[in-house]
């Protein structure tokens, strides 16, 4: 499984004897490429500093616990476990709250538990929703993203529920 | 849509914020999150950096073109106007590529590629379209086939074995995928305009 992390440097290096062998100014194309990147990267900033200001407010305001107490009962009916529940709601908002809510469950449940095995499937198997549309349609200047956003909730909904099922068949 | 769900977002928190009485604790996280913004522009410029020049070079030798045949009935599946146009063809194809292989940094610089990619052909419209839905729908419900962060993740936590998340991790992500393309295809017809194809 560890040959996975020597893909990049695999990549990197056919990239370098590309560079080497080929007749074309590959050289020159490449810092044309890369200066977009960074124009691209330095025109997301004014997007994730409304959409990180909300996400923190929201964190900072306490909105979260309430929704978990709200949840909880519905949760446990359901059979999935309640300690998911803060992970579940910030999932969607903040990969670093996200990944900090994850680390916890795994000092506290332990990554092996259901508990922990869950939350890695969820963290696994789903990404910062409010981020990636942000910043992927920030970047081109859309505005009316049309059904954009129901669709990726409900996607992502789903799919927390059935991580959660594949979690109690599987493991 | 966003800056409706960002408005009800602030609203929320300053609700809870009143009946908390955190007012101090939520006037730095405001602040907090404009300084997170920057610093995860600055972690993400060099990947966009690399990725970018790396990929105008792939172009150039005709890897792009070559991997977008390869791929060429996964891409007419999940984006029929673009395998049909070919605008943004070869950015959809380094994007899935790169997910597909779980190179996990590369993802958003290619997307954003493959967006700009897209709106090319409709510079006008700030309205998106059916292929750029389906490519954010797509990476909100990550397909990756190595998710490096939640492993690394357990294996800090000394899990017994970090990798056991992956076959669950495997299915849940190719049934999302499938379902996020075709949600976004069965409802591309009924949010539809007369100016978009």
Redesign the interface.
Known sequence: ?TA?YY??PI??TC?GM??FF?K?P?YD??????????E???K??PT????????????????SE?LTSLLAPLCEQIGLPSELLPLLILR??SG?AA?AL??DL??SA???SFI??TA??I????????Y??????G??????????????F???L??IF??CL??RV?? | ??SR??GV??V??????F??G?GA??S???????E???S??LT??PA???????????R??GLLEYLSRLLSPLITLCFPTAAKTGVGREELTACITANL???GNAA??L??QA??A??SAHPDT???SDD??T???L????F???????IA??S??????????????W???L??SV??VT??RL??P???KRDIP
Not at chain 1, 123 to 130: F, P, Q, V
Not at chain 2, 28 to 34: H, P, Q, S, V
Not at chain 2, 156 to 169: E, G, M, Q, T
């Open positions: 499984m996975a893909l990049l990549l990197f990239f590309l560079l080929s074309h590959l194309d490449f810092v044309t490429g890369a200066r977009e990147g960074i691209s990267a330095v997301l900033i994730l500093i409304l959409l990180l200001c909300t996400v923190s407010f929201f964190g900072a305001s306490g909105a309430w969607p908002l670093s990944n994850a680390a795994f000092e332990g990554p092996d922990g095995q890695s499937v963290m696994g198997s789903s990404d910062t929703l409010l990636i549309a942000a910043v992927y349609f970047a081109v200047g859309i505005k009316k993203s049309r059904h954009a956003l129901p669709v990726a409900a996607v992502m789903f799919c059935f991580s594949l979690c599987m493991l | 849509m966003l769900i960002i977002i602030c929320l928190s300053m609700l809870f914020t009946l908390t955190g604790a939520a730095e996280a405001i602040l907090t999150g404009a997170r913004a920057v995860i522009v993400l410029a966009m950096a690399l990725w970018c020049g790396i990929m105008q070079v792939f150039r030798v292989l779980g190179i958003t610089p997307a954003i967006m700009k897209m709106k700030d309205t998106a750029m839905i490519l954010v729908v990476n909100t419900s990550s990756s086939i190595m998710p490096t962060t939640v993740l357990r800090a936590c000394n899990s017994a074995d970090p990798f056991s998340i992956l076959l669950p991790v299915c849940a992500s049934v999302c379902m996020a949600l976004c409802c591309a009924l949010t539809r």
